[in-house]
């Protein structure tokens, strides 16, 4: 059955029926149906859904940082834009002119202190704010005042090295979004880290299918033989608390014949657990953050399609590593880009197997599949109109990923 024929037999992507099998407890539950990755109307739905209500992330803050710059970004079907104000704030408004509706940008650029509509030229400053109104005055209106004509703000804020925004006003503050996250990764300081390398990449996959392969540590030793080397699967647990995001570390890093996270110098601000760990973050819905001791590497997930996703990668370093030279960086970027190629094969295989028919859910495994069920509750609250910040893990795991970690999961 393709996810088009599920479609029309299944019970509406928003009743709780349809989430039965993926809400139960991990040790019985099932992954998603095929629906949720090949279904047009599952895909619409779910742009209003989740990334219509949802903190998205749009980029990184050194994509502001050029004097000028207007980011023009999608959440949802909703076209926004970030810029800066002239103190240096961050802003956000819908990207359609107050006027007659025009969009006012089509793409990223460099603007002056007035945003102008490329239509009439009606003029904002970066608060939003109308301030020009060529010709307008020729034939006088009644009660017109410029100051009920500002464009329509978004929210937005900036998390470490990350930018957010937000469509819905109902939908909680950043902080309480992430929970405990701000905490855990607070010795990062990941707010001065900077932009080495930005590439973007495109795949025939549904853009859930790539953040549950990151998510899982099930797949690293057929599908990642060398990552295996460094980032081992004995070495691996959950890191996760409450909060809107799923995660997993590898404590300790192996040292061994790959060097490539290792030759570039460790951030000076780690704690001694963070000096030999990797910290991996889905946070949701769509960026995922790698955090090495010398390096982060971000993916951010930009759906295109029910099967077609952008990928957004960034590789940011630590103050002190700014100068680092190509040769000593170049390492790290290329396991990168193996890495991610090795995963581009295999999701757009699993795309396929989904779409092509046949596909009904297998269950998940409690071992190193956890994260993966926290993420579908997640899409399944969002989907049903009960959207809530997950608790914590209850086991007894060391919260914060240090030590020793003997068995990664145990059944509550």
Same mark, same amino acid.
């Given at each position: 059955?393709?996810?088009?024929?599920?479609?029309?037999?299944?019970?509406?992507?928003?009743?709780?029926?349809?989430?039965?099998?993926?809400?139960?407890?991990?040790?019985?539950?099932?992954?998603?149906?095929?629906?949720?990755?090949?279904?047009?109307?599952?895909?619409?739905?779910?742009?209003?859904?989740?990334?219509?209500?949802?903190?998205?992330?749009?980029?990184?803050?050194?994509?502001?940082?050029?004097?000028?710059?207007?980011?023009?970004?999608?959440?949802?079907?909703?076209?926004?834009?970030?810029?800066?104000?002239?103190?240096?704030?961050?802003?956000?408004?819908?990207?359609?002119?107050?006027?007659?509706?025009?969009?006012?940008?089509?793409?990223?650029?460099?603007?002056?202190?007035?945003?102008?509509?490329?239509?009439?030229?009606?003029?904002?400053?970066?608060?939003?704010?109308?301030?020009?109104?060529?010709?307008?005055?020729?034939?006088?209106?009644?009660?017109?005042?410029?100051?009920?004509?500002?464009?329509?703000?978004?929210?937005?804020?900036?998390?470490?090295? &990350? $930018?957010?925004?937000?469509?819905?006003?109902?939908? *909680?503050?950043?902080? !309480?979004?992430? @929970?405990?996250?701000?905490? /855990?990764?607070?010795?990062?300081?990941?707010?001065?880290?900077?932009?080495?390398?930005?590439?973007?990449?495109?795949?025939?996959?549904?853009?859930?299918?790539?953040?549950?392969?990151?998510?899982?540590?099930?797949?690293?030793?057929?599908?990642?033989?060398?990552?295996?080397?460094?980032?081992?699967?004995?070495?691996?647990?959950?890191?996760?608390?409450?909060?809107?995001?799923?995660?997993?570390?590898?404590?300790?890093?192996?040292?061994?014949?790959?060097?490539?996270?290792?030759?570039?110098?460790?951030?000076?601000?780690?704690?001694?657990?963070?000096?030999?760990?990797?910290?991996?973050?889905?946070?949701?819905?769509?960026? &995922? $953050?790698?955090?090495?001791?010398?390096?982060?590497? *971000?993916?951010?997930? !930009?759906?295109? @399609?029910?099967?077609?996703? /952008?990928?957004?990668?960034?590789?940011?370093?630590?103050?002190?590593?700014?100068?680092?030279?190509?040769?000593?960086?170049?390492?790290?970027?290329?396991?990168?880009?193996?890495?991610?190629?090795?995963?581009?094969?295999?999701?757009?295989?699993?795309?396929?197997?989904?779409?092509?028919?046949?596909?009904?859910?297998?269950?998940?495994?409690?071992?190193?599949?956890?994260?993966?069920?926290?993420?579908?509750?997640?899409?399944?609250?969002?989907?049903?109109?009960?959207?809530?910040?997950?608790?914590?893990?209850?086991?007894?795991?060391?919260?914060?990923?240090?030590?020793?970690?003997?068995?990664?999961?145990?059944?509550?």
């Amino acid at each position: 059955m393709t996810g088009e024929q599920e479609a029309s037999t299944s019970v509406p992507w928003t009743d709780d029926a349809f989430w039965a099998a993926t809400r139960q407890p991990i040790e019985d539950a099932s992954a998603m149906p095929a629906a949720c990755y090949a279904d047009q109307s599952f895909f619409d739905l779910e742009n209003e859904k989740v990334f219509e209500t949802a903190w998205v992330c749009v980029g990184t803050a050194n994509e502001l940082n050029a004097p000028g710059q207007v980011l023009v970004r999608k959440l949802g079907t909703r076209s926004v834009l970030l810029m800066r104000t002239e103190a240096g704030e961050l802003r956000g408004f819908y990207n359609s002119c107050r006027h007659r509706g025009t969009e006012l940008f089509a793409n990223d650029c460099t603007a002056g202190a007035t945003l102008r509509c490329p239509y009439h030229r009606w003029g904002y400053d970066r608060d939003g704010v109308l301030n020009t109104t060529p010709l307008f005055e020729e034939v006088a209106i009644n009660d017109f005042d410029p100051a009920d004509f500002s464009l329509h703000p978004v929210r937005t804020a900036q998390w470490g090295c &990350l $930018l957010f925004a937000c469509a819905d006003p109902n939908t *909680v503050e950043l902080d !309480e979004w992430f @929970g405990d996250l701000t905490e /855990r990764v607070a010795n990062y300081q990941l707010e001065n880290w900077s932009t080495r390398l930005e590439v973007d990449l495109e795949m025939n996959a549904n853009w859930k299918l790539i953040s549950e392969n990151y998510q899982e540590y099930y797949h690293v030793p057929w599908i990642h033989p060398e990552l295996a080397k460094v980032s081992r699967v004995a070495d691996h647990y959950r890191f996760q608390g409450p909060g809107m995001y799923c995660g997993q570390t590898t404590t300790p890093i192996t040292e061994s014949t790959r060097d490539d996270w290792t030759v570039m110098p460790k951030a000076v601000t780690l704690n001694e657990g963070e000096e030999v760990s990797g910290r991996f973050l889905a946070l949701f819905p769509n960026v &995922l $953050l790698s955090l090495l001791p010398n390096h982060a590497f *971000v993916l951010r997930l !930009e759906p295109l @399609g029910t099967g077609k996703t /952008r990928e957004h990668c960034t590789w940011l370093l630590p103050p002190g590593n700014e100068k680092i030279s190509d040769e000593d960086f170049a390492a790290t970027r290329d396991f990168w880009l193996d890495i991610n190629n090795e995963d581009i094969d295999i999701v757009e295989r699993n795309q396929r197997g989904i779409s092509q028919g046949g596909y009904t859910p297998g269950r998940l495994s409690p071992r190193f599949e956890e994260p993966l069920h926290r993420f579908y509750n997640m899409l399944a609250d969002h989907m049903t109109d009960t959207v809530r910040v997950p608790t914590g893990d209850t086991d007894a795991l060391p919260a914060y990923g240090e030590g020793t970690n003997p068995h990664p999961w145990t059944k509550n």
